[in-house]
Antibody
């Protein structure tokens, strides 16, 4: 069965970086888009970017220059690094597979459990 | 400010039906059928309920249905149950440099 298992919560100071992992299993990582979505405290969801099946990336304009998404096909793990953190980045970060079909499906059918980053001095 | 507008809250009694709207401020919804709906309980990851406006993934109850009129997509939940009390989000593919926009979310209260 498809599973996305994320790394744990992090506490960071302003200006630091955070790097989350998302271990995928139960399907072919290189056949699907993997997205990252975040949710601030008591707030809605926000799309951050994606890793394409062929390995390219696309980032929301808001995060351009501050985010890097990568993947390791040997360990079927996708990573998201966010730099120059501020308190506004305090949020739960989710990885989400685009599905239900492979390629472009325009929906997110499986989600990781989420990982909280808390940014404070 | 979200490009997709949802009501902040809706409510209904067990057994009733409710509809949650998702209106695109630009032609995101009108021009595409790539709208999906998600249910999120507190502290949990979202769950996909509807994709491509009207399609249900395997395993999702047929009490959940999607539709569209003009630039407004809608999620209808019939036969409300206590377990349906949650937040609901719409997402639209935009085809732009930021390809996905989320609605602000709607909290459903089952009275």
């Amino acid at each position: 069965q498809v599973q996305l298992v994320q790394s744990g919560a992090e506490a960071k100071v302003p200006g630091a970086s955070v790097k989350f992992s998302c271990k995928a299993s139960g399907y072919a990582l290189t056949s699907y888009f993997m997205h990252w979505v975040r949710q601030g405290p008591g707030q809605g969801l926000e799309w951050m970017g994606a890793v394409y099946p062929a390995g390219e990336t696309s980032y929301a304009q808001k995060f351009q220059g501050r985010v890097t998404m990568t993947r390791d096909t040997s360990t079927t793990t996708v990573y998201m690094e966010l730099r120059s953190l501020t308190s506004e980045d305090t949020a739960v970060y989710f990885c989400a597979r685009e599905g239900p079909g492979s390629g472009s499906s325009y929906a997110f059918d499986y989600w990781g459990q989420g990982a909280l980053v808390t940014v404070s001095p | 400010q979200s490009a997709l507008t949802q009501p902040a809250s809706v409510s209904g009694s067990p057994g009733q039906s409710i509809t949650i709207s998702c209106t695109g401020t630009i032609s995101y919804v009108r021009g595409y059928n790539r709208v999906s709906w998600y249910q999120q309980h507190p502290g949990k990851a979202p769950i996909l309920l509807i994709y491509d406006l009207t399609k249900r993934p395997s395993g999702v109850s047929d009490r959940f249905s999607g539709s569209k009129s003009g630039n407004t997509a809608s999620l209808t939940i019939s036969g409300l149950q206590a377990a349906d009390e949650a937040d609901y989000y719409c997402i639209s593919f935009t085809g732009s440099s930021t390809p996905y926009f989320f609605g602000g979310g709607t909290h459903l209260t089952v009275l």
